[in-house]
């Protein structure tokens, strides 16, 4: 079966960093562009960034220069490193696995900025 298992969130000041970790199973994970998502309350989920295979990135521009995404495909994860936090920042955020026919989603991990 499918697993994508988010860790790595908390709470954390402004201006501080965190460390997102993605682990995937049951897949074909270095075929599979693995992106990270987020749900702040009140908002739709929003797409944050995105890894190919081919370690091409992507990023809104809201986390430019502050969020690095990267993966390890010898080990099936996917990591999102977080610097400058604010508080727009806090959000549930979710792993995304995508293919040409596959779409999967872990369960979150919660991330909250505050003081």
């Known amino acids: 079966q499918v697993k994508l298992v988010e860790s790595g969130g908390g709470l954390v000041q402004p201006g501080g960093s965190l460390r997102l970790s993605c682990a995937a199973s049951g897949f074909t994970f270095s075929r599979h562009v693995m992106s990270w998502y987020r749900k702040a309350p009140g908002k739709e989920r929003e797409f944050v960034s995105s890894?190919?295979?081919?370690?091409?990135?992507n990023y809104v521009d809201s986390v430019k220069g502050r969020f690095t995404i990267s993966r390890d495909n010898a080990k099936n994860m996917v990591f999102l490193q977080m610097y400058s936090l604010n508080s727009e920042d806090t959000a549930v955020y979710y792993c995304?696995?995508?293919?040409?026919?596959?779409?999967?989603w872990g369960q979150g991990t919660q991330v909250t900025v505050s003081s």
């Open positions: 995304n696995a995508n293919s040409m026919d596959s779409d999967y």
């Open positions: 890894v190919t295979s081919a370690s091409t990135t």
